[in-house]
């Protein structure tokens, strides 16, 4: 709590030397973040904000930057039509030269009209749709994170190579447990896996024994969950309450430490979930992400999608450094943009402006950590998955 | 479908019954003395759930560790809070409202709601999350083929239908339930008879959110998880079970929870059984249909306001 | 003294559009969290009011300089044009909404899915018919859709009818979200708006292009204003009062009750559907979860905090729901947090809504 009064009082000194142009010496240059502040999806939202925050305080203590940043940071609550209101602000306001864009899948697909209407360059941190990107192809929009293709690709390619048969899928309605569900049923069926039964749940129920006890009696090898943490943990635990003894396996929605501290270290080990990206615990700019975040003292974790937050605020700053603050030079150089060095691997972009990640990391849970497969005891042969 | 299973469904929906009639009690208990409804009760019984939480993470750390012992007291605080809670909201908030048009009152219970929910996600550590909620119970189960009876899980359906029996016997029995009735049927009248109206109105509501309270601890103690939002689904079914059983009425509400739950469950079980083909999603479309067709059916619910109107 | 009160709520509307930062914003709003009040206990509110109704000539032509006055300031700043437009078309939504509650009494908690009914319907129809067809179509459709519930709610009353509507707003967006004909949860994109070859995505010299879509949201406001004042003023808006106030009597009186409340509430479910069709062009795009219960309850606030059946209130409670979010981005996380509490602060001091409807006078 009184943390969090400091960091109010910090931020407001803050704009206020900033008002007083203490940075006379160096230009000041804003960027926009947007993501789901408020709401069922906050915890990621502002986790999100607090990397890309973080990126942009380490960047201003950096004396070398040219620039000095200023994040501005709205909320677009995961519904599309504050979405599209957020994103004129940003976009309208010609002081704010490029952002760092939208959590929820429905928000980025409803304002990419917006930037490139505007020429605003972004880039997308967590919305995992492929359409994003692909539909409509504009320049302004990129994305560092993975689309769900490859994640369910590699997820099913690995499951059914350790001799599972028998799937239950359950998914949210929304369309990033939808698109999963269909990703996942497709390249499941490809390597020979069969999906026994299959039930859409709504974002916001709280009760899942009906659905469960149904799948009970299926009796699947495993329960592969297409959504977010809340529900995750909700259906892990009454899984356990009606005796449901399949491996869990979810996707990059669960992969936050909110999911372990919502179950407890005991239900959630042996939890699975896959990621795109390098592994960023693994690369040196991860430790040093996590590292200074934890020095920073947020109230809340960065989340599964903190990092890509950090790196495509990174991304931009990066750019902005090399051909200056012009959204016009920002969207040219963006094009361009190959193998560059991240805290989340090598970022290339395509033609549609997706970063095409190639690696996809496979996490488990062991006891009470998040633990890259290949290292566990699982993947060593050492603890079995049930 | 094996006997086993049906059993289990029963015993789930039958849990969920429960706790949707504990939150449809308190809607038609405030509405019987204002003719209001209060849409933040959903929202109290979260805040009661986390107040319950911290009271355990406090004990814990106090090193107080029986289990029982542990429950008595979340279970004394959450239900103790909330019914000053509910008493204070009554006071400040809808009795001043009380002449102007109730629809009023409507909307600012609702933003109370949003500012409750919104306190507990911003200002409970880690409030955005899902938190675990300890296991109180015995964790002890007899399996009877497919079918596992947990301890913990019966007891919890025994102490709310024991707190609902307490809420009725209240009601009916005892000189305060006589008075809360008396306010429910004629306001004035009951003022006559030297009912101090107010007072009788803010037990009302300590009663219903202290209900509310327990309902939220059982909550977390059944799913052995709660996060924020948990009050905005029941808020909005504990109001629904409370019309349809027939607003003011004690045993509709009763009905009407464990009616919802009955829907909810058929509608995840046997809809798809009956539409392969269709999506399971659809459970809540026929969901709702049902309780419109319902609605036409018997527009007052299902037990009707006693008292017909005199015209 | 009305033209000084426009005059003085437009200034600060502008302060408020162009303030940016977090002190000036919460300056701004505490100055009207405690002058409100302090209007309202000298009886000047409800003196504004009377003046209002007074000299309607003086008024319509004050608020018309206003409005010019905003658009002439702001009209190359798309964000405030984007939300002076969604502030008319919300007006417009919820000047239908007034009928049903405030006229007839007849509660509608599903708003938000007559508005998402006119959205698809332009998402659907908007490439193949004129655009202008399009509105008519998504009004007539919200209408339509609106009809399967007149048979419940006739039956029903108060919260009971609430419910109904409540069940439905949840039932329409749960279909949405798992029909995929309509898109399914991704949603659709909408074509913008074009009338007669004009394309209203395309700005006039420096305007932004937002600036067509106020100018559309205008128009159509102020012929929903107009119509609903008239509807008032007429003998139906008797009749619906009457329906509203005692229903036993009405019958008694040879007022058809259930023809009334099928009339309401279908002419405020056409004009949801027109503000939702028009909203849809203007953002670009429909998705299931901007029709949710809490949308409705947007609507419904605004319908509420205005002063129920007030149709100046309308307008102001519309600009308050939907602006002062905005304004409180700086607060980030907190600012719902802040809106909620603003609100029960504005019912606390203004019981029955900011300007509530008078009653009406025989001798005028």
Redesign the interface.
Known sequence: MENRISHFAAAFALGLALAGSAWADKQTVRIAFIGPLTGGVSANGIGGRNSADLAVRLRNDDPKAKYHYELVSLDDECKPNIAVQAATKAASDNSIIAGVTHYCSVTAIATVDTYHKFGFPVVVWGAVLPDVTYRNKYPEVHRVNGTMINQNDVAAKFMTGMKYRRWVVIHDTTDYGKAHDKYFTEYLTKYGGQVVGRYGVTADQQDFTAELTKAKELNPDVIYFGGLTPIGVRIRSQMEKLGIHAVFEGTSGIKSDSYIDGLGPKLAEGSLSFIEGAPWEKLPGGLFFTGKYAQAKYDQGPEAYGPFAFAAANLLMDTIEKVGPSRRKVVDELRHVRDKDSIIGKISFDDAGQNVVPLISKYVVQDGKWVLWEDSEYGSGKRKLK | MNIGLFGQYVANGLMLGVIYAMVAVGFTLFFGVLDVIKFSHGDVLTVGAFAGLATYIGLTALGFTSPWAQLFVVILVATAAMAVLGALIARYLVLPLRTSPPLNTLLLTLMLGSALRECVRLFYPQGANPKPFPRLLPQDSLALGSFSLRLDNALLLLGGLAAIAGVHLLISRTRLGLAIRAVAQDGETARIMGIDFERVVLLTFALGSALAALAGVMNGLYYNEINFSIGLLLGVIGFSAAVVGGLGNIYGAILGGFLFAALQTIGAVALPAAFPQLPSAYKDVFAFAAVIAFMAWRPTGLIAERSAERV | MNLVAIAAITAYAVFLLRAE??AAVLGLIVLAVAGVPVLGKTGFLHKLNESFEKHKKTTLIGVLVALSVLVALFYD???VM??LA?VLLYTVACLGLTVQ?GYAGV?NFAGAAFLGVGGYASAVLGPHLPHLLVLAIGGLLAALVGSV?I??IL???G??A???T???G??FR??V??NDALG????M?VKGMNLFGWDL?TGLGEA?F?ANYVAVGFALAAAAFWLVRRLERSWIGLSLDAVRLDE?ACAVFGIDVARWKIFAFTFGNFFAGVAGAA?AMM?????P??F??GDS?IL??IV??GG?GNLWGVALGAAIVLVLP?KL?AL??????LY??L??AI??VR???LIPRRARRYFA
């Open positions: 930062s977090q700043q798309h964000f984007l939300m969604s509650f509660v519930l048979l419940p039956r029903t009353r919260h009971y609430a419910l109904i409540v069940a439905f949840l039932l749960t279909f979200e798992v399914g949860p991704q949603g994109q995505n932004s937002y036993t909203y953002t670009g795009f429909v998705a979860n901007s949710t219960f309850l419904v606030s509420l905090l129920l905005e981005q980030q996380e907190y600012r719902f947090l909620a509490v609100v029960i019912l606390l019981p029955a809504g």
